[in-house]
């Protein structure tokens, strides 16, 4: 199975802005943080061009690409799978799923979990904002996906404050962080979906308002 940089790191800027702050801080922070959300890089460098919206945000645009990379990393490990396109459509609506060779998988997972077949949802855009409140500074970008009714969830499952692509909101730092020691998450069945209510039912709201 391919290694993905994901996988070993997020990224430089991620990685210098966490050292010397503690597990008890992080854990502890309770100050909400802007978060946008954009369909691609190039959306994002056009929004700080463009849009009044953004004339005070504290990324640039290369922190548009690094987060739109990492989001395209965590996609291709920790998206949801299921091993039933129709299901996989019922959580994420119709058209919006894929094999993972097609939706940017991990490369050869399907053969390496030993499944004959195995669907996630095609990445949809993302969310990129300041994981540090208190003015400490890690740009950090997390991909998203539709429940296929209004909501937009991250691949931890946290709805978000969704409101369309191009627009900020405010969430809790937690949701701009990507879950300890990442691997390629396991295929849900019929009976694994019923049981936590769907993706992203059995998990807290992350936004404010």
């Known amino acids: 199975m391919k290694t993905t940089s994901f996988q070993r790191k997020r990224s430089t800027a991620v990685r210098s802005a966490l050292i010397g702050v503690s597990a008890f801080a992080l854990a502890g922070c309770k ?13 994002c460098r056009s929004a700080l061009d463009n849009s009044s919206e953004f004339s005070s945000v504290e990324f640039s645009a290369a922190d548009c690409e690094a987060a739109f990379e990492d989001a395209r990393e965590e996609h291709a490990v920790l998206a949801p799978r299921y091993t039933d396109l129709a299901l996989c459509e019922e959580q994420h609506g119709e058209g919006a799923c894929a094999p993972p060779e097609v939706a ?10 030993g499944h004959g077949s195995i669907f996630m949802p095609l990445f949809m855009g993302y969310m990129m904002g300041n994981m540090l409140s208190g003015g400490q500074r890690a740009i950090s970008g997390r991909p998203l996906y539709s429940d296929g009714k209004g909501g937009v969830y ?19 730092p937690n949701a701009l962080r990507t879950p300890p020691n990442p691997k390629v998450a396991a295929p849900m ?9 769907g993706f992203g039912s059995s998990r807290s709201v992350s936004f404010g308002g």
């Open 189 to 197: 069945s019929r009976a694994n979906v019923a049981a936590r209510g």
């Open 104 to 113: 940017g998988g991990v490369e050869g997972e399907e053969q390496a979990a």
């Open 154 to 172: 991250n691949t931890s499952g946290q709805r978000m404050g969704f409101t369309g692509f191009g627009s900020t909101t405010k969430a809790a």
């Open 31 to 43: 100050e909400e943080v802007d978060v946008s959300f954009f369909q691609s890089a190039e959306q």
